[in-house]
């Protein structure tokens, strides 16, 4: 599956953002997806993703209340609404798919950069 990320850009903080993620390729309802992020100078992290029932949702403590990931299977697309930007939400956002949800993630968007000014 291939993954095209989009929808980041510069926000003052306590805006809002929407990431979307396009997949072409493969039978995108069969995938597990998250979203990761990584800011300059620190390791990629995760951000959301869905679990293994593939309806549940998860999220690191630091975007808990503020972010939301969707998906919608017709349009083989996933998504990040980013509501209530904070300057440390600044990183590369990338989403990424996996056929099984034990193992790590296989397939990777290129990254798409939020900026949230203070």
């Known amino acids: 599956v291939q993954l095209q990320a989009s929808g980041g850009g510069l926000v003052q903080a306590g805006g809002s953002l929407r990431l979307s993620c396009t997949t072409s390729?493969?039978?995108?309802?069969?995938?597990?997806m998250g979203w990761f992020r990584q800011a300059p100078g620190k390791e990629r992290e995760p951000v959301a993703a869905?679990?293994?029932?593939?309806?549940?949702?998860t999220y690191a403590d630091t975007v808990k209340g503020r972010f939301t990931i969707s998906r919608d299977d017709v349009k083989r697309a996933v998504y990040l609404q980013m509501n209530s930007l904070k300057p440390e939400d600044t990183a590369v956002y990338y989403c990424?798919?996996?056929?099984?949800?034990?193992?790590?993630?296989?397939?990777w968007g290129q990254g798409t950069l939020v900026t949230v000014s203070s």
């Open positions: 390729g493969s039978t995108f309802s069969s995938y597990y």
């Open positions: 869905f679990t293994w029932t593939g309806s549940g949702t």
């Open positions: 990424a798919a996996k056929k099984d949800y034990f193992s790590d993630y296989s397939y």
